[in-house]
C-alpha cells in the first residue's frame, strides 16, 4: 500500500466490507508498540443492540488518563471549578 504525496491510502476493499467501513463512516489510526491499527469510529449506522455491543466493546481501552482519577481528568480538561472552596 502506498501513501500518497497528501498522506493518503486506499482501504482494500476486503478490509472495508468486513469492517463495514463505506462512505460517510469515520476511521482513526492508533498507534501502539507494534505499529498503527485502523479503528472504525463509525460506520454511520448502529442498526441493532449487537451493533451498539460492539461498538461499545470496540472503544474499550482507547483512552489513556494516565494515571488521574476521573475527578483530576475532569479538572485538567475543564480547568478548577471557581464554585467550589478550597479542598
Avoid: C, H, Y
Avoid at 502506498?2 to 463495514?20: A, W, Y
Avoid at 463505506?22 to 463509525?42: N, Q, W
Avoid at 494515571?67 to 475543564?78: A, C, Q, V
Amino acid at each position: 500500500m502506498r501513501v500518497t504525496e497528501k498522506g493518503q491510502v486506499t482501504i482494500p476493499k476486503e478490509i472495508r466490507d468486513r469492517l463495514n467501513i463505506g462512505p460517510g463512516s469515520e476511521v482513526d489510526f492508533v498507534a501502539d508498540d507494534k505499529g498503527a491499527r485502523l479503528v472504525v469510529v463509525s460506520t454511520g449506522k448502529i442498526e441493532s443492540a449487537e451493533d451498539f455491543e460492539a461498538w461499545l466493546k470496540s472503544r474499550s481501552g482507547m483512552f489513556d488518563t494516565d494515571g488521574m482519577t476521573t475527578d483530576e481528568f475532569m479538572e485538567w480538561l475543564r480547568g478548577p471549578r471557581d464554585d467550589l472552596g478550597p479542598r
